[in-house]
């Protein structure tokens, strides 16, 4: 009997460590690779590791961005293409989303398809060479029992950076939802029309290098995080 409970510890124990392994050696893989590996599917048999689907149809990113003064702000959406949250022994590890580029919406009312196209065009986000952003967790620091503290590469036009920023959870409307709220300069991923650093910008026309970025992410009450 003693064998056979020492031959399940050790078994168990191999599982695990197995799941932080790969946890740890595939953390920095792209967003494209973050499908999460054959070795997965064994261990999600002992409910170690398992991946977690956004609904994209619920989950969104609002952005905000102005003029350098904040006398003439605009705002919008941008929607997901897909996405998931990884967990290990039910707690937040890591995901992995993709941002669909030609989905942008201005939601102000100012301006709305002229702004839009401007925002699709290569002095912005140039959409049709870079369709997609996208966001990777590479660190995860649970602060209490509804936030955590998230260090991430956000890649914008090719371009990917750092970022970091707090995320809360909650139940609502029958789902999961978690937010975080970040401001980024945007002159970081190549996006340098009229700012405030470009030489030649009229005063007046400055556009603030910030823009800012509200996520929501919405999951099956099910598969709660």
Same mark, same amino acid.
């Given at each position: 009997?003693?064998?056979?409970?020492?031959?399940?510890?050790?078994?168990?124990?191999?599982?695990?460590? @197995?799941?932080?392994?790969?946890?740890?050696?595939?953390?920095?893989?792209?967003?494209?690779?973050?499908?999460?590996?054959?070795?997965?599917? /064994? @261990?999600?048999?002992?409910?170690?590791? !398992?991946?977690? %689907?956004?609904?994209?149809?619920?989950?969104?990113?609002?952005?905000?961005?102005? !003029?350098?003064?904040? /006398? @003439?702000?605009? /705002?919008?959406?941008?929607?997901?293409?897909?996405?998931?949250?990884?967990?290990?022994?039910?707690?937040?590890?890591?995901?992995?989303?993709?941002?669909?580029?030609?989905?942008?919406?201005?939601?102000?009312?100012?301006? @709305?398809?002229?702004?839009?196209?401007?925002? &699709? !065009?290569?002095?912005?986000?140039?959409?049709?060479?870079?369709?997609?952003?996208?966001?990777?967790?590479?660190?995860?620091?649970?602060?209490?029992?509804?936030?955590?503290?998230?260090?991430? %590469?956000?890649?914008?036009?090719?371009?990917?950076?750092?970022?970091?920023? !707090?995320?809360?959870? &909650?139940?609502?409307?029958?789902? /999961?939802?978690?937010?975080?709220?970040?401001?980024?300069?945007?002159?970081?991923?190549?996006?340098?029309?009229?700012? &405030?650093?470009?030489?030649?910008?009229?005063?007046?026309?400055?556009?603030?290098?910030?823009?800012?970025?509200?996520?929501?992410?919405?999951?099956?009450?099910?598969?709660?995080?």
């Amino acid at each position: 009997m003693k064998k056979i409970i020492l031959l399940a510890t050790i078994i168990c124990f191999t599982v695990i460590t @197995n799941a932080q392994e790969l946890i740890k050696t595939n953390i920095n893989k792209s967003a494209v690779e973050w499908t999460w590996y054959n070795l997965f599917e /064994y @261990n999600k048999d002992y409910n170690i590791v !398992n991946t977690t %689907k956004i609904d994209t149809n619920k989950s969104v990113v609002k952005w905000s961005g102005s !003029n350098l003064f904040k /006398y @003439n702000k605009h /705002y919008g959406t941008v929607k997901f293409v897909k996405g998931h949250i990884i967990k290990f022994n039910d707690v937040i590890q890591g995901g992995a989303f993709e941002i669909d580029m030609n989905s942008i919406v201005n939601t102000d009312g100012k301006y @709305n398809e002229m702004l839009v196209d401007h925002l &699709k !065009n290569q002095d912005f986000f140039d959409v049709e060479k870079y369709p997609t952003a996208a966001i990777k967790f590479t660190e995860v620091v649970h602060k209490d029992a509804t936030t955590i503290k998230v260090k991430a %590469k956000l890649t914008i036009k090719g371009v990917t950076n750092d970022i970091d920023f !707090n995320m809360t959870s &909650k139940v609502i409307d029958g789902m /999961y939802e978690m937010h975080s709220k970040f401001i980024i300069d945007r002159t970081r991923w190549g996006i340098e029309y009229e700012s &405030k650093g470009m030489i030649g910008s009229v005063k007046d026309g400055i556009i603030s290098d910030a823009i800012e970025f509200e996520v929501v992410l919405q999951l099956p009450i099910r598969d709660r995080c």
